[in-house]
């Protein structure tokens, strides 16, 4: 925008100063026309007075004061340190020597501009200023400007010049046009702050709601609670926000639906299962009533970790302050109590609270300390806080996870372990319920396998001060 505004103004000044500089081209032309008539008019005049009359005719002239011309007769071509180019000078030379050739009919006209102060007036001997003012200093000089004189010579006879010398009343004949004067710039920057400003509002009238549009998109994963968006602005951007309201319902009554279906399958799968575990337990063969038990076993377990998995999923609570280096302390207790071993590095600076949802927070450190514990028997925390979000790093002693497999483990109900036990190997749903709840922090968890031996889990957290929803 701000090219396009330069770009306009620099044409529009462009055309018109060619308009001006034409302008000012055609009045030079005709004021200059005039005074080669007038000075035609005067050296006609002084070719026509006898040799012995022109010198009273001059002392005449001189002793009158402001004429519009100086004459003079010279014995020779007064040298004249010429001035001046470029079409205005262009237009005056040709002009005032075409009309005397013309009106004159001689061929050797000498037409010049000098400066006041450089101009010499009687067989170059004598300048302008020294001239008395009543000779001269009336007719070309205009203080306080210094515009250029015109000079023109003739030869009237052999030793004998005429010399009339003349002001054409422009100041600025040779000063050259100022294209970007200080008004002008002035003006420009003007339009263009005026433009930008306007521009501005309107722009910031048009994307206000595409940002609330943005930001409802960023906050809907987290939280389909969140209230309608604002159907105004735009047609084109009310009708998306009408798209938007009505895609976020329908993502609601599905995720609604889901969890009604699960707490369906639940209540209905429990009376079976308890029915099939009675009659597992009246069977006469030991090997197969523990099998079957085991069985029913899994498949208990399948179904609760499907339901812990949608209600990880949508664990709704406010927000509020959490202490991380307590947290992971109070996991660390309940861990060793069955038997696992976790070492919270200690710092000499404790790290300051977190702003999260503190039961969701606590289900994804769990999940990972129980992961690390389990595989690797230890896990050694880290904490680190670096001002804007706060790292933590879990290593632990086990076998560590294939490359090829860091991305896989995330997914729903894949275990590396090989057993479908519970008790070797759990639902395979612990890493993606700790990730999901990271994510809906703003962090993230990373895997990575050590250098020397076990698994290290990176889990980043930003610090905001609040937290939409999960």
Same mark, same amino acid.
């Given at each position: 925008?701000?090219?396009?505004?330069?770009?306009?103004?620099?044409?529009?000044?462009?055309?018109?100063? $060619?308009?001006?500089?034409?302008?000012?081209?055609?009045?030079?032309?005709?004021?200059?026309?005039?005074?080669?008539?007038?000075?035609?008019?005067?050296?006609?005049? +002084?070719?026509?007075?006898?040799?012995?009359?022109?010198?009273?005719?001059?002392?005449?002239?001189?002793?009158?004061?402001?004429?519009?011309?100086?004459?003079?007769?010279?014995?020779?071509?007064?040298?004249?340190?010429?001035?001046?180019?470029?079409?205005?000078?262009?237009?005056?030379?040709?002009?005032?020597?075409?009309?005397?050739?013309?009106?004159?009919?001689?061929?050797?006209?000498?037409?010049?501009?000098?400066?006041?102060?450089?101009?010499?007036?009687?067989?170059?001997?004598?300048?302008?200023?020294?001239?008395?003012?009543?000779?001269?200093?009336?007719?070309?000089?205009?203080?306080?400007?210094?515009?250029?004189?015109?000079?023109?010579?003739?030869?009237?006879?052999?030793?004998?010049?005429?010399?009339?010398?003349?002001?054409?009343?422009?100041?600025?004949?040779?000063?050259?046009?100022?294209?970007?004067?200080?008004?002008?710039?002035?003006?420009?920057?003007?339009?263009?702050?005026?433009?930008?400003?306007?521009?501005?509002?309107?722009?910031?009238?048009?994307?206000?709601?595409?940002?609330?549009?943005?930001?409802?998109?960023?906050?809907?994963?987290?939280?389909?609670?969140?209230?309608?968006?604002?159907?105004?602005?735009?047609?084109?951007?009310?009708?998306?926000?009408?798209?938007?309201?009505?895609?976020?319902?329908?993502?609601?009554?599905?995720?609604?639906?889901?969890?009604?279906?699960?707490?369906?399958? $639940?209540?209905?799968?429990?009376?079976?299962?308890?029915?099939?575990?009675?009659?597992?337990?009246?069977?006469?063969?030991?090997?197969?009533?523990?099998?079957?038990?085991?069985?029913?076993?899994?498949?208990?377990?399948?179904?609760?970790?499907?339901?812990?998995?949608?209600?990880?999923?949508?664990? *709704?609570?406010?927000?509020?302050?959490?202490?991380?280096?307590?947290?992971?302390?109070?996991?660390?207790?309940?861990?060793?109590?069955?038997?696992?071993?976790?070492?919270?590095?200690?710092?000499?600076?404790?790290?300051?609270?977190?702003?999260?949802?503190?039961?969701?927070?606590?289900?994804?450190?769990?999940?990972?300390?129980?992961?690390?514990? +389990?595989?690797?028997?230890?896990?050694?925390?880290?904490?680190?806080?670096?001002?804007?979000?706060?790292?933590?790093?879990?290593?632990?002693?086990?076998?560590?996870?294939?490359?090829?497999?860091?991305?896989?483990?995330?997914?729903? +109900?894949?275990?590396?372990?090989?057993?479908?036990?519970? *008790?070797?190997?759990?639902?395979?749903?612990?890493?993606?319920?700790?990730? *999901?709840?990271?994510?809906?922090?703003?962090?993230?968890?990373?895997?990575?396998?050590?250098?020397?031996?076990?698994?290290?889990?990176?889990?980043?957290?930003?610090?905001?001060?609040?937290?939409?929803?999960?």
């Amino acid at each position: 925008m701000i090219a396009g505004v330069l770009a306009a103004q620099g044409a529009s000044y462009a055309i018109w100063t $060619s308009q001006v500089r034409s302008s000012h081209l055609a009045q030079l032309d005709e004021l200059s026309t005039n005074m080669a008539f007038s000075i035609a008019s005067t050296m006609k005049f +002084f070719r026509s007075l006898p040799v012995d009359y022109r010198h009273i005719v001059l002392d005449q002239l001189r002793n009158m004061g402001g004429t519009r011309f100086f004459v003079s007769v010279n014995e020779r071509r007064l040298i004249v340190d010429d001035i001046g180019s470029g079409p205005e000078k262009e237009v005056v030379v040709n002009n005032v020597r075409s009309v005397l050739t013309q009106q004159l009919n001689i061929d050797d006209v000498i037409v010049e501009f000098s400066r006041p102060e450089d101009l010499r007036v009687f067989n170059n001997e004598v300048l302008l200023y020294d001239l008395p003012p009543r000779w001269g200093q009336h007719s070309l000089l205009m203080e306080p400007l210094s515009p250029p004189i015109l000079v023109v010579q003739l030869e009237l006879a052999p030793n004998t010049w005429l010399y009339v010398a003349t002001l054409l009343g422009v100041p600025d004949i040779f000063s050259g046009y100022r294209w970007l004067s200080e008004e002008r710039l002035l003006v420009g920057l003007l339009v263009l702050l005026s433009v930008l400003a306007l521009s501005l509002l309107g722009i910031t009238s048009v994307t206000r709601p595409l940002a609330r549009l943005s930001r409802a998109a960023n906050q809907l994963g987290d939280d389909l609670d969140m209230p309608p968006l604002k159907e105004s602005g735009p047609k084109e951007v009310a009708a998306t926000a009408v798209a938007f309201n009505r895609m976020q319902r329908r993502i609601r009554e599905q995720i609604e639906e889901r969890e009604r279906l699960f707490s369906a399958i $639940s209540h209905d799968l429990k009376t079976p299962l308890t029915r099939m575990r009675l009659r597992a337990e009246m069977l006469d063969d030991d090997h197969q009533r523990e099998r079957f038990c085991a069985s029913l076993d899994e498949l208990d377990s399948l179904v609760k970790g499907a339901l812990a998995s949608v209600k990880g999923l949508d664990l *709704h609570e406010e927000p509020a302050p959490v202490d991380l280096t307590l947290l992971l302390e109070e996991l660390a207790e309940e861990l060793s109590l069955q038997g696992g071993q976790v070492t919270v590095e200690k710092k000499a600076h404790p790290v300051a609270p977190l702003i999260a949802k503190p039961l969701a927070l606590k289900r994804c450190l769990a999940n990972l300390l129980e992961n690390a514990v +389990f595989y690797g028997k230890q896990a050694d925390v880290q904490l680190s806080d670096q001002g804007t979000s706060v790292t933590l790093q879990i290593r632990d002693d086990g076998p560590g996870i294939p490359e090829d497999q860091l991305g896989r483990v995330f997914s729903p +109900f894949v275990r590396l372990e090989p057993s479908r036990s519970r *008790h070797t190997g759990g639902s395979g749903l612990g890493l993606g319920i700790a990730r *999901h709840i990271a994510r809906a922090h703003g962090g993230d968890i990373a895997l990575a396998n050590h250098a020397v031996k076990g698994l290290v889990v990176t889990l980043t957290l930003p610090r905001q001060e609040t937290i939409t929803g999960l």
